[in-house]
């Protein structure tokens, strides 16, 4: 016979257990939902889902996609975002640059919202992933919360920016930078003005589509890492500490067009010889000195360009990054110095002018220990490294404190239809994004 219970000791354990079922929300809500994960699967048909916009015909998953920010491939790709949100209840927001927006209240009204995200445009012949795995991401984080009914402190804000690829035209009117001359620029076929009126938006309207600096808590961008760094060293999870510098120079060597079957060789001023040995110092002079920092010739014009004709005048670029705009400063004034010395030797004339110049946009150290902290809570090992490539969070880092995850790329390889990032690691970035996002709505 089973032994008889007292009224009163029920309803007290009873009490005593909703009030711990009462803590154990509130604390999820706080941030120490531990055991909250996204669903994987639905993750990954997300991203085979939106591969199909920009597929070359016939092509499948693997023969990676071309959908440029502002092309019909970038409008079909947009709406099955927008389909997927409103799928579990999202009501997806277009504003003046064209970016999209999906937003949930959160429990605090004072509490400014947290905003996450990326872009889902890519480079002609681009991967499936570049862009892909963030906006994916974001969608399947705040689909998770719904369906598990967490309400967090803060609102919750998941973008897709408009053509970061080409302009950032979402992300930099975001920020304040998108001028009229950017509205005017053409890329494959189109203004950004018309590009962002065939997305929704309003390029009249900009002033709209502003972030004042401070409106938002934080901005947080899961991506692939584009190299190879995360790969080789078999670590799951990059923390960035930000995104390069950028110094970018056009250099004009002047010699003397001559023909290449009378001119002495001892008599030649050839500006492609020149260009050859001002190229080698670019890598000299960058490899000596320790670091991540790259230096870049990647465009060279030769004129007359002819196979009899001592070349008379060359044009090349020269590009250096790192994440210290001081240190590429003075790799450009060795560059600049040994390139008089070059012009000495070769009796030509070398013109080596600055035409660009980024700064670089730092990681918030606090995002950084954030998104740490949630990929221990999740058993992956990290480390810091910085950012070769730009993204869309250097333009929020001027508009709230920037963080940035990354994911391996498979051989370092991006911008390729190559470009492979395995299902466990997008798994493991969009669950390091949740864990971040509830770490930091759950500060005090």
């Known amino acids: 016979m089973a032994p008889m219970i007292d009224r009163r000791e029920f309803l007290r354990a009873l009490a005593a257990a909703s009030t711990v079922v009462a803590a154990s929300k509130f604390d999820f809500a706080q941030g120490t939902g531990r055991g909250l994960r996204v669903n994987a699967n639905r993750l ?4 085979e889902g939106l591969s199909v916009f920009g597929r070359p015909e016939g ?12 092309s019909d491939a970038a409008v ?3 709406n099955y975002v927008m389909q997927l949100m409103r799928s579990f209840g999202l009501g997806p927001r277009i504003d003046a640059a064209g970016n999209i927006f999906g937003s949930t209240a959160g429990s605090d009204p004072a509490l400014k919202p947290i905003l996450f995200g990326s872009h889902i445009d890519s480079v002609l012949s681009g991967g499936n992933f570049d862009g892909d795995v963030g906006s994916m991401s974001a969608v399947e984080v705040l689909h998770t919360l719904k369906e598990r009914g967490v309400t967090t402190r803060h609102p919750l804000q998941m973008v897709i920016w408009t053509d970061e690829e080409n302009t950032f035209a979402g992300s930099g009117a975001a920020a304040g930078l998108l001028s009229a001359a950017d509205l005017k620029r053409i890329n494959n076929g189109i203004s950004t003005a018309d590009g962002i009126r065939k997305l929704g938006g309003d390029p009249t309207r900009l002033a709209d589509a502003r972030l004042v600096a401070g409106a938002i808590r934080c901005y947080l961008e899961l991506h692939i890492e584009q190299g190879g760094v995360l790969d080789k060293a078999n670590v799951p999870i990059g923390v960035v500490e930000g995104i390069v510098s950028i110094d970018r120079y056009e250099v004009e060597i002047h010699g003397f067009a001559n023909h290449a079957g009378t001119t002495p060789m001892k008599e030649r001023r050839n500006a492609l010889l020149a260009a050859a040995k ?31 004709v001592v070349p008379g005048t060359v044009k090349h670029s020269i590009e ?5 705009a001081e240190k590429i400063a003075v790799l450009g004034q060795d560059i600049r110095k040994l390139a008089q010395d070059i012009a000495k030797e070769t009796g030509t004339e070398i013109v080596m002018e600055k035409v660009e110049q980024h700064a670089p946009a730092v990681a918030d150290p606090a995002m950084q220990k954030k998104i740490e902290e949630a990929a221990s809570r999740l058993e992956l090992k990290t480390i810091r490294l910085p950012s070769g490539a730009g993204h869309d969070a250097q ?6 404190p920037m963080g940035m995850i990354f994911v391996p790329s498979v051989d370092g390889i991006s911008h390729s239809p190559k470009e492979l ?12 994004l ?7 709505d759950g500060e005090a």
């Open 44 to 47: 990954r048909e997300s991203l």
């Open 59 to 70: 092509g499948s998953f693997a023969d990676g996609v071309s959908r440029s920010g502002f």
């Open 76 to 78: 079909a790709g947009r």
């Open 278 to 308: 001002l190229i080698e110092a670019v890598q000299n002079v960058v490899m000596q000195e320790p670091g991540r920092q790259v230096g870049t010739v990647g465009r060279l014009e030769v004129f007359p360009n002819a196979p009899n």
């Open 320 to 324: 250096l990054r790192d994440l210290s």
């Open 395 to 400: 333009m929020m880092a001027k508009v709230g």
């Open 421 to 432: 990032t395995h299902w466990q690691d997008c798994a493991n970035g969009a669950n390091v």
């Open 434 to 440: 949740l864990q971040t996002i509830l770490l930091i």
